[in-house]
């Protein structure tokens, strides 16, 4: 196995540093705890490039704590985040641009997230083709507890010390690991764990993970992961649950996580994988229910009815989640999913629409302006079962949302994930 001996010097070069901030400013984030955000760091920087390449020339660099951040989880439960200083974010992305592509070409062929050039769409379609293609239908859904926060700091040296031997290097990562979080004051340190948040910490937590991934491939095992998210397969039930013990094996015993035991569970094609955001069965890939119930309270809360915003601003506003949302999606099979979830949001515009209106004098008056004949019928215009009826739809056509530029989901080619082998 190559060894590399010297890349401080790499890290710290001043053109490394700068390509660095262009990805961190790519991505913008939250202050850490010293309240310097990206632009005040652009405003000043080559004051600050020469700060860090001098503190990491002369190995003098510290790292600041990282400012704890408690996110809900949509299933319920806190996800912690770690937030770095822009200058820690700076540093982080630094060593990442040298060491990453001296670790991913090492990396197990079914490993997907974090890395460069490779996607969720292909760790699903590579889960698929196991299953559908090469009969591996029995799975071994896996599920970490808190997998980032738990990660060993002496093994994850020991995983990074196997191809990186700069002990400043080395020592600049255990810094980081080490550097410890505050939260509303209060500092705490950390001897476990490597934040999500920061920039590093995905690259390391591959690093780590790798060695269950090889351990797994030594032994003809079948895997499919995407950062903390692991798919083991196997053709027969017997043989999964085997798998089963082993991975669990390998994963407590020797990296020291936590499997949710819980959490952790035996199924099949024919039952539904779970992955991603997806259930894999065998002729079909379609939506996890639980994904389609949080884009639809997304919906929901910029929907809201009675208010008094111009439906052009709020379709303005809805564009965004129906891009972001399909785009993500659309590999799987989705037709008359697409086309319920129009008719649905549609409907949501046209129910704010006749709130605005208030009574049925301004629903007649409308009538009259656009020419319909109508019977004089005093409709509830509040109610949302109207929303649904013959003459709201004559009223608030499906053309004039489109004219008002509300993206049309059934417009995109969806089931596109063979796309993706």
């Not at 190559?2 to 490394?16: A, F, P």
């Not at 090889?214 to 053709?235: G, P, S």
């Not at 659309?330 to 704010?352: P, Q, Y």
């Not at 004039?400 to 089931?415: N, P």
Request: aromatic share 10%; glycine share 6%; charged share 30%.
């Amino acid at each position: 196995m190559k060894k590399w001996y010297s890349l401080i010097d790499k890290i710290y070069r001043k053109e490394n540093l700068k390509l660095a901030f262009k990805r961190v400013k790519r991505n913008n984030g939250a202050p850490g705890i010293d309240g310097e955000t990206v632009s005040d760091f652009a405003l000043k920087l080559e004051k600050n490039i020469e700060f860090l390449h001098g503190g990491l020339k002369t190995n003098k660099y510290k790292p600041s704590p990282v400012r704890r951040v408690e996110i809900e989880k949509p299933d319920g439960g806190v996800r912690l985040l770690g937030i770095p200083t822009v200058k820690d974010r700076v540093v982080q992305q630094a060593i990442v641009n040298v060491i990453e592509p001296i670790f991913d070409e090492a990396f197990h062929p079914s490993s997907y997230g974090y890395r460069p050039k490779r996607s969720q769409h292909q760790a699903v379609a590579k889960a698929e083709r196991f299953m559908n293609k090469y009969g591996l239908i029995n799975v071994v859904d896996m599920d970490l507890s808190k997998c980032f926060d738990t990660l060993d700091h002496e093994i994850m040296i020991k995983a990074v010390g196997e191809k990186i031997s700069d002990g400043s290097v080395l020592d600049l990562i255990k810094k980081f690991l080490k550097a410890g979080v505050m939260h509303s004051d209060n500092f705490s340190k950390t001897e476990i764990g490597s934040p999500q948040g920061g920039v590093i910490s995905p690259l390391l937590s591959n690093i780590y993970l790798n060695q269950f991934d090889q351990r797994m491939k030594a032994k003809d095992i079948r895997i499919v992961r995407y950062a903390d998210d692991i798919l083991v397969f196997a053709k027969d039930k017997k043989t999964v649950g085997d798998y089963k013990v082993y991975a669990t094996k390998v994963l407590e015993e020797e990296l020291k996580l936590t499997v949710n035991k819980g959490k952790t569970k035996l199924t099949s094609v024919h039952e539904g994988v779970e992955f991603l955001g997806f259930i894999i069965y065998e002729k079909w890939t379609v939506v996890n229910p639980k994904r389609i119930k949080r884009f639809k309270d997304k919906i929901r809360r910029k929907t809201v009815r009675g208010t008094g915003r111009k439906i052009e601003d709020i379709i303005k506003d809805l564009n965004p989640v129906l891009r972001g949302w399909i785009n993500y999606y659309r590999v799987a099979n989705i037709k008359s999913l697409m086309r319920e979830l129009m008719k649905w949001i549609r409907r949501r515009l046209r129910m704010i629409k006749m709130k605005q209106w208030k009574t049925y004098k301004a629903m007649h008056k409308e009538m009259r302006k656009q020419g319909i004949k109508g019977s004089g019928e005093k409709m509830a215009v509040t109610k949302w079962k109207n929303s649904n009826v013959h003459i709201i739809h004559m009223l608030l056509p499906n053309k004039l949302f489109e004219e008002l530029g509300l993206i049309d989901l059934t417009k995109y080619e969806v089931g596109l994930l063979s796309n993706y082998y």
